[in-house]
């Protein structure tokens, strides 16, 4: 018997129930994780809302966890009970004492990195790492424009940014998250609330815009983001904070410059164990060597997750949040 979050309709904050479960045995190439740390994503609100849809219902809810392996399957040999591994891909489920996966989701946890820390990290970092290497590969020089700096990916945007040498302008919607951000690592900051977004790139870029823009935000910002584009730009739309972006006419981008358009998630880079603990070992050398802090803005009891969404969907948060069973 364990505690987990679930939900058994799509709906407001309220459907989320922290409620006794009794997890599955491990399947043969399956684990069962002692989480000690959850990490909440804005992914577990589209899903509580109904905008991405569980296997079934009722849910568990989360995808990002850090802990101690206590079952394995009976063809499992990469990790063993009692090792200390994480997680940012899987089945739903995370928000629990206890989650069930495939071996092939986890990374083993470097001694120097804590369950909190990979909690904060593994599904916000793992993204950070494939935005910013793969889906573009951001050079030294180059400026981009990311969208919620201050917030969970964005806060690890800025640092990875800063350390490849690349001029990242941030958006944000306070002076507070602002600061934060520069701090972080951006160069500069567009307040969304009280300036023009592309009126402000263009000024900050002497007319040249930028050569990637990383829009979590996707219906409010979609058309705004193109217009921050040089031509033959690429366009990374990654998230849908105000709503998903829907019925795109294909001309526009011919009209605003020859634009390249790109819808990534995480579970198809890190789409093998291959290049998963390729993508981790990146991150994790990033945090070792002190080019990316992990901070821990907020944290919450796991039966209060319900809370904690709300001040995520609110935009109230800063850098990571993590739930404590
Ligand atoms: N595709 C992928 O693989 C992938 C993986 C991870 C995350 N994501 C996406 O990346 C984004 C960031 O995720 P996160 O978990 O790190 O969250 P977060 O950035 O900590 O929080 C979301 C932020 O979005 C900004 N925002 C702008 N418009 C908003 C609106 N209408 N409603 C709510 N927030 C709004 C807010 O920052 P300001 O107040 O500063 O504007 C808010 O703090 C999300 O859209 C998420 O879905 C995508």
Request: charged share 20%; proline share 3%.
């Amino acid at each position: 018997m364990a505690k987990r979050i679930q939900f058994s309709a799509h709906g407001g904050p309220e459907v989320l129930e922290y409620r006794d479960y009794t997890p599955a045995n491990p399947g043969p190439h399956e684990v069962r994780v002692r989480n000690h740390a959850i990490g909440l994503n804005f992914i577990d609100i589209y899903f509580r809302r109904g905008l991405y849809k569980p296997a079934s219902l009722p849910s568990g809810l989360g995808t990002e966890g850090a802990g101690e392996v206590e079952a394995v399957g009976s063809e499992v040999s990469s990790v063993r009970v009692g090792d200390r591994v994480a997680y940012a891909t899987g089945p739903l489920g995370a928000c629990s004492e206890l989650h069930v996966l495939p071996a092939a989701n986890l990374v083993r946890l470097p001694s120097g990195i804590s369950f909190e820390q990979a909690a904060a990290v593994m599904l916000k970092g793992l993204t950070a790492q494939y935005l910013l290497r793969q889906t573009y590969d951001v050079k030294a020089g180059e400026t981009i424009l990311f969208y919620a700096a201050a917030g969970g990916v964005g806060s690890i945007a800025c640092q990875w940014a800063r350390a490849l040498g690349a001029r990242l302008i941030g958006v944000v919607s306070s002076e507070a998250k602002a600061e934060r951000a520069l701090q972080l690592g951006a160069s500069a900051c567009i307040n969304r609330r009280r300036e023009d977004i592309g009126q402000r790139v263009l000024e900050l870029t002497d007319g040249n815009k930028c050569a990637v823009v990383y829009d979590s935000v996707g219906q409010a910002t979609w058309e705004t983001s193109l217009d921050c584009l040089q031509a033959r730009g690429l366009l990374v739309s990654f998230g849908n904070s105000s709503g998903a972006v829907t019925g795109v006419n294909l001309g526009i981008l011919a009209q605003k410059g020859s634009l390249y358009v790109t819808r990534p998630t995480l579970a198809s880079y890190a789409d093998t164990h291959a290049h998963l603990q390729a993508m981790a070992d990146e991150l994790f050398a990033m945090i070792s060597s002190g080019r990316i802090n992990v901070d821990i803005s907020q944290r919450y009891a796991l039966k209060d997750t319900a809370q904690a969404q709300i001040a995520l969907a609110a935009g109230e948060t800063v850098g990571s949040t993590v739930l404590l069973p």
